[in-house]
């Protein structure tokens, strides 16, 4: 049972954002294999996401000229806003979603493909990429990797409107074999200037992010990339780098790295180098859910920022776009270092450790207390005072309460905001066991 | 929401990470500490000043009387009439105008093609290489992180600032502690009281949930009764002139780090080696406007830092040391930018050091592979710090490092 109980938490913190009231009991109740299966199969119907509309964010087309003081601070603050609605958007669907993997597995992709709108600057070609990863989070990661070269966001994130023929610009060329497909050191630096090469003379707009083919920027010599000589474009030479062996050990890393453990090594027990043998993805996450790792108490994950909120708000039925004011989440998240779209840089966001310093416990505290002032806590304030300890560990899908946090809890039983932030502050929340 | 631009390079794939238990302090925490056991006037301070992203050296220390740098870098080179002569055919970025003045007063070293054998074109490789100051082996320790376990236990002794501590600092026994730059800000009444509760270890306590008990009580371990010293203004920089509109970087992150630390050392922060750090360097495309804005902000915060430490008497125990990942490739590429490179040069600042120009200049007649060559290891740098700033035996810490920049230090 309390093994289950582990896995069942584990599930929910890393593969869901967290449970919705009821839903950790009731996984309780059916056990983890049936849970794991449900988790797994994303594609039930759910009416109330589909009822959440995309945001608007039309082409802003040109930037007006600095001298049109009026028509420029009109043109920033439409971009501002555009940028807002993409964000708040993308938590909604996290915190509303019945079953969320496919969010969570945007999540993953888009800390592993960061690209930030700090730099693209425009929400249309933004979207467009968060849409791209979350058609294919569980699909092939070769058609993801060709729709992520053909993707105006990452292109023009690592300079690829200025890579061509003579000159090439080696920004993505690099990224894209060490940070999304091989991992560092297994290629050589012939091999960058190579791919460089074979990625030249694409060209993107910036503000809508769509990307074409110039073949006059383009080199079409024979370049030679992993030994073979031939002449290569984007699509042609993500093959090659795709087919590299080292393909599937780097992914199935990365995937670890989030989902299990950022400082234990892969078990090759899981067998998730050979899940992925053929790029698809849904196999590999399937063998991290089900061939064990869940069930071994070495790999605890700390939650990240954005996932400790979304957390929270499925718990507690917020909606992240309808705090008041609106934008409230996007202020707090920024003080706590992690807003979607605004990764740090192209290696995406830190784990574990870097997420618990003081720093970051006095802003979550600060966070959990302006949520508290918005939290309907009638269904907690039904719960008799003695037992609404164990209330919130299942609510929150928690798998142990220590002592110390049993205590302050126990202290705080009759002053339901302050219960709140202590239990959502705490060690065993932040921390997924 | 679009005011991140520092792209930090902490703690990610390949690069050291940090282990649990980096102290968060309090500007009062070391308020407390400055008063109780000040640091002895004339001790040595280290303050490392680390550029992200890989800052272009050669337009930095130009070779503006080398045609060959004119003919590799059409588009993107400075006129000889432009930059700010410094000798030896070298001249400064034009925007660094205040390193120009403390080169005049012989306190700038400027030490050419510093690099490591095999140098390697990733950001995060690299920078964990300088920070860790082993470019052979894989290690997960700072070089000063591992200076700090030759000492007495001490949070005060190495601080960063910023929320995440960085990779240089953390050590195999001892991590410096981290400062974020608000302050901390705790929760009193009794949601203070429940919290501290929420801080206490357990026997049961995993690794990671033991670290975030320890953030929690990290938090609260402040004495908050001596504020009053760094309540007031940061010390005034009297010699340098005001500028309307303030500096050519704009809003300047790294000049309010370098305050709050002007501010600490002058009240007397027990702290030997202070981290801050600029990012934005990585200019692959339309870098001249770019790096000079960056340029500008590092040398004008460095300059204003100096000399607001002046009336504390702690100016001349100060050594500055600026560095980045890696230099930029010498070609330039079609987009007025350039990509990852290899060496570039380090500036070693302060009262203390011999100015003028060490090592080779790399020759741009012998790249290697288009690359600048390595004429000086940065563990010579490091060692020579260690030796005369924070009076160690650099082969400890330097896995036995022999090199030393000569007559760096006066």
Not at chain 1, 384 to 402: A, H, N, Q, W
Request: net charge neutral; aromatic share 8%.
């Amino acid at each position: 049972m309390e093994a289950q109980r582990l896995e069942i938490s584990r599930l929910f913190a890393r593969f869901n954002f967290g449970p919705m009231p009821g839903q950790f009991t009731q996984a309780l109740r059916d056990g983890f294999s049936v849970t794991s299966q449900n988790l797994l199969n994303a594609t039930q119907p759910d009416p109330a996401l589909d009822a959440l509309t995309p945001p608007n964010l039309p082409d802003v087309g040109t930037r007006p000229s600095q001298s049109n003081v009026a028509a420029t601070k009109a043109f920033n603050q439409l971009v501002k806003a555009q940028n807002e609605d993409l964000v708040l958007w993308w938590l909604d669907r996290m915190a509303i979603a019945k079953n969320p993997l496919i969010e969570r597995m945007t999540w993953f992709w888009h800390g592993h493909w960061a690209t930030s709108i700090d730099k693209v600057n425009f929400a249309l070609p933004m979207f467009n990429q968060i849409q791209t990863l979350r058609v294919n989070a569980l699909g092939n990661f070769k058609t993801m990797a060709h729709a992520m070269f053909h993707d105006g966001a990452l292109q023009i994130w690592l300079d690829g409107n200025d890579n061509v023929k003579g000159a090439p610009n080696e920004n993505l060329s690099r990224e894209f074999m060490e940070l999304f497909a091989l991992g560092v050191n297994n290629y050589s630096e012939d091999d960058v200037k190579a791919l460089s090469r074979a990625f030249t003379g694409y060209q993107t707009v910036r503000t809508t992010g769509v990307v074409t083919f110039n073949p006059k920027r383009h080199d079409s010599d024979a370049i030679k990339l992993f030994g073979v000589n031939t002449p290569l474009d984007g699509d042609t030479a993500t093959d090659l780098v795709l087919a590299r062996p080292e393909c599937a050990q780097f992914i199935s890393d990365r995937l670890w790295y989030r989902f299990i453990s950022s400082t234990e090594p892969q078990d090759p027990k899981s067998g998730l180098v050979t899940a992925f043998a053929n790029r698809e993805i849904a196999p590999v996450v399937k063998a991290i859910v089900s061939n064990g790792a869940l069930s071994n108490p070495r790999y605890s994950v700390v939650r990240q920022p954005v996932e400790w909120f979304i957390a929270v708000c499925r718990a507690f039925n917020l909606q992240p776009s309808k705090l008041a004011p609106r934008n409230l989440s996007l202020g707090h998240l920024l003080k706590m270092a992690q807003v979607p779209l605004l990764p740090p840089n192209v290696g995406g966001w830190p784990t574990d450790e870097a997420w618990l310093s003081s720093a970051s416990s006095q802003f979550r505290i600060a966070f959990a207390g302006a949520l508290a002032k918005q939290i309907d806590f009638s269904q907690l304030a039904a719960v008799p005072s003695e037992k609404r300890v164990t209330y919130i560990k299942d609510l929150l899908g928690i798998y142990d309460i220590s002592s110390r946090t049993f205590t302050a809890l126990t202290n705080a039983k009759d002053d339901l905001p302050q219960f709140f932030i202590l239990a959502v502050c705490s060690p065993e929340f932040i921390v997924n066991a | 929401m679009d005011t991140i631009s520092r792209r930090k390079f902490l703690q990610l794939t390949g690069a050291g990470v940090v282990g649990a238990g980096a102290a968060m302090l309090s500007i009062s925490d070391i308020a407390q500490a400055a008063i109780a056991r000040p640091l002895p006037l004339g001790t040595p301070i280290v303050v490392m000043v680390t550029l992200y992203g890989g800052n272009d050296g050669l337009n930095t220390v130009v070779p503006y009387t080398d045609p060959l740098y004119y003919s590799m870098r059409p588009d993107i080179s400075y006129k000889p009439a432009s930059v700010l002569p410094l000798s030896d055919g070298l001249g400064l970025n034009p925007s660094m105008v205040g390193i120009k003045s403390l080169w005049d007063q012989k306190k700038v070293a400027v030490i050419r093609g510093v690099g490591y054998p095999f140098p390697d074109h990733s950001h995060f490789s690299s920078m964990a290489i300088w920070q860790t100051a082993s470019p052979i082996r894989h290690i997960s320790s700072g070089w000063l992180g591992r200076w700090l376990d030759t000492q007495s236990p001490d949070p005060m002794l190495a601080i960063s600032l910023g929320s995440v501590p960085p990779p240089l600092f953390a050590g195999v026994k001892s991590v410096g502690s981290a400062l974020p730059l608000g302050g901390l800000v705790i929760p009193s009444g009794k949601l203070g009281m429940r919290c501290q509760t929420l801080g206490k270890a357990t026997s049961t306590d995993s690794h990671l949930m033991a670290a975030a008990a320890q953030s929690m009580s990290n938090l609260f371990s402040v004495s908050d009764n001596v504020t009053s010293v760094l309540k007031g203004p940061a010390p005034v920089a009297t010699d340098l002139p005001v500028t309307n509109g303030g500096n050519a970087g704009g809003d300047s992150n790294l000049q309010q780090q370098l305050d709050l630390v002007a501010k600490l050392i002058a009240a007397g922060a027990p702290t030997r080696a202070w981290s801050v750090s600029l990012g934005g360097f990585d200019t692959h495309a339309n870098e001249a406007s770019a790096q000079s804005l960056l340029l500008a902000n590092v040398s004008d915060s460095v300059t204003r830092f100096l000399s607001s430490l002046k009336a504390s008497g702690r100016a001349s125990d100060v050594t500055v040391v600026i560095y980045s990942e890696f230099g930029r490739r010498v070609k330039a590429n079609a987009s007025q930018g350039t990509d990852h490179g290899t060496s570039g040069p380090v500036f070693v600042i302060g009262d203390r050091i011999n100015g003028g120009m060490y090592g080779d200049q790399p020759s741009l007649s012998k790249l290697v592979d288009g690359d600048l060559a390595v004429t000086t290891d940065f563990r010579d740098i490091y060692a020579s710090v260690l030796q005369n700033d924070l009076k160690s035996d650099p082969g400890q810490v330097l896995d036995g490092w022999k090199g030393r920049v000569n007559l760096l230090y006066k």
